[in-house]
């Protein structure tokens, strides 16, 4: 059997045959952890929708959403992500944000989002030859969250690499050497922005931006404080730039090594909503969330015990063929699909609108800018348990 605990595991790639063997198997299966408790790999679409749908039950705040088990301090900070907050907590802090990632709301942001993408699109072309996570990819979810959020233009650069430290941390790339951070520095060094940043937006009039809304809003009675907008920051900023830009890398990917796909997709631009959810299906940004049985129960044909921690796996239930046809076939035009990327239940992901929207705009943009896109060497995935990514994809690209 694998050892899902392990990044190694997902370093080469990502090992579907062994997560389709075990699925068959047993939908929910035990996984030992070196160091600490192991946990239950939920692999069946049916199971992570079950235990997705239970939200007290299966508690996103009382270990956290990772595997590993947090320090106390950097579990405290977790609670206070909407990701990691149980109800009615997390209906009270969600609540007064969802008007601001209705569809409507975000439609509004497409011109802007498309700007960024030709900027983006011209600088490539410039090059020719570019890295396509660091160079192209990165550059439109960091702008996007920036102007969303009202940070300011100089500041980006930095949050974006505090965001992409707080995912990579498993990484020697990224967390190695005598500069490396300590584990949870990044969220700490992001959360601390956040807090001055507060700080200085409530002694200065509002702005038409998330941050004044989030801010002046009510959340279960009172406002919230400077350090819980922190933690807040630090999820909203950190998913709303990696897991993005993962998509975006992944998608292009996988369209080259299916250029059938790619060709379709070419031929009509129309496809791209489509596409941009098969991709998502396909390569799911984020493995797995975490849970935590708040009592005795049964899953899967197996007991949980209360304490026992319950890993909902996105990467399995998203190539269920109990619900998806030919699940290892990529297909732009899949319908329906039920994919669970985004999470479901009472977490599913408050910026969905906003990253189909980014991924749709961008691979408008970039097979309009470019007839010809081709690998320039070995794609190199992220070493994690947790995220689903590429660091490096070296890509050529050609506007004639």
Known sequence: MIDLASPD????????????????????????????????????????????THPTLFSASHGGVVMEDLAPDQLAMMRNMLL??????HFEHRRPLVQSFKPRAIAAMEGSIRTICRTIMD???????????????????????????????????????????????????????????????????????????????????????????????DFGGSPMSEIEF?????????????????????????????????????????????????????????????????EDTELGGVSIAAGDKVVMYYTAANRDPAVFADPDRFDITRDPNPHLSFGFGEHHCLGIHLARLEGRVFFEELLAAFPTIELAGEPVRVRSNLNNALKHLPVRVSAS
Do not use: C
């Open 9 to 52: 595991t997902f370093v080469a790639s990502v090992p579907h045959a062994e997560l389709a063997a075990m699925r068959s198997a047993q939908p929910v299966v035990w996984q030992e952890m070196l160091g600490e408790p192991g946990f239950w790999a939920v692999l069946s679409h049916a199971e992570v929708v079950r235990v997705a």
């Open 123 to 217: 600088r490539a072309a410039a090059v020719g030859e570019v890295e396509f996570v660091q160079d192209v990819t990165a550059h439109l979810p960091s702008q996007v969250i920036g102007e969303l959020m009202g940070l300011p233009r100089d500041d980006w650069p930095y949050i974006h690499h505090l965001a992409e430290m707080n995912t990579s941390g498993q990484d020697p790339d990224f967390a190695s050497g005598p500069d490396a951070p300590e584990p949870g520095a990044a969220s700490r060094d992001m959360a601390m922005y956040a807090i001055r940043f507060a700080m200085d937006r409530r002694a200065a009039e509002p702005r038409d931006d998330l941050t004044s809304l989030i801010l002046q809003s």
């Open 230 to 294: 922190g933690s807040f920051f630090v999820q909203l900023v950190t998913a709303g730039n990696d897991t993005t830009k993962t998509m975006l890398a992944a998608g292009l990917l996988t369209l080259l090594r299916h250029p059938d796909q790619l060709s379709r997709l070419r031929a009509d631009p129309s496809l791209a909503a489509s596409a941009v959810e098969e991709i998502l299906r396909f390569d799911n940004p984020l493995h797995y969330f975490r849970r935590t049985a708040t």
């Open 84 to 89: 990691a907050m149980d109800p009615p907590r």
